[in-house]
């Protein structure tokens, strides 16, 4: 049998180490010698002795804030021995290398798998979101080992080294310790009053050292802005 289908493109790529690694641009793999953790629903095939078994957001506190927030990632935890296939509504797919003391805010969406080593919290997002309809808070992850996550489109990576602003809505992760806030980009003027918008009345702010990832495409809201100012009362009671 003959097609392009079967070039050495697509076939499987095989590796003598254990661990995530990309089959190709939409497409991870892990090697999986042990457990990982995954977003419910992205395996697509695997081969040999897996077990999948769903978490929700990972314990009863995220489940909380989860509930609370509308934010987090909905869980499983893979385990056993064989090769496991992810993937995200044809997203494309990207590693990242976590070290000792770094610390990374991610969307909740945009979380596709990650080593059992790391740990992640649902966190408020500092002065972002009171007065848009994006998320108010991310899932930011600590430790050492490898997270996959997914953009919508190839991203642009931002150095944060004079004032920079994001739409909240294509902001997919960024360096943890940056200071975060929202920010005006619509002038108010009769325009405005008459109905007039430019559809980018607000946006996020960051300042500080470090990176913003950017995807070419926004996320759709997920709430009105009144509905997240409730939750968010809510769960400054549980965060402090």
Request: glycine residues 14%.
């Amino acid at each position: 049998m003959r097609s392009a289908l079967f070039s050495a493109e697509n076939l499987e790529k095989e590796s003598a180490q254990p661990g995530m690694r990309l089959q190709n641009s939409k497409m991870l793999k892990i090697e999986l010698n042990g457990e990982a953790m995954a977003r419910v629903g992205s395996m697509v095939a695997y081969q040999g002795n897996v077990q999948f078994q769903a978490l929700g957001s990972g314990g009863l506190g995220k489940f909380l804030k989860q509930k609370l927030t509308g934010e987090g990632v909905p869980l499983m935890r893979v385990t056993g021995q064989g090769d496991v296939f992810l993937a995200e509504l044809a997203k494309d797919v990207h590693i990242i290398d976590l070290e000792p003391g770094d610390a990374l805010s991610i969307n909740g969406s945009s979380v596709l798998a990650f080593d059992s080593t790391l740990q992640y919290d649902i966190r408020m997002v500092g002065g972002a979101g009171m007065a848009s309809s994006s998320g108010l808070f991310n899932c930011v992850f600590t430790g050492h080992g490898r997270i996959a996550i997914t953009t919508k489109g190839t991203p642009v990576v931002l150095n944060v080294d004079q004032p920079t602003y994001v739409d909240p809505q294509a902001a997919v992760c960024w360096s943890a310790n940056l200071q975060t806030g929202y920010h005006r980009a619509e002038q108010l003027g009769l325009g405005t009053l008459l109905g007039r918008r430019t559809g980018e009345a607000f946006t996020m702010s960051f300042a500080g050292q470090g990176f913003v990832v950017v995807q070419p495409s926004e996320e759709p809201p997920v709430m009105g802005s009144g509905a997240q100012e409730q939750q968010g009362g809510l769960l400054g009671g549980l965060l402090s």
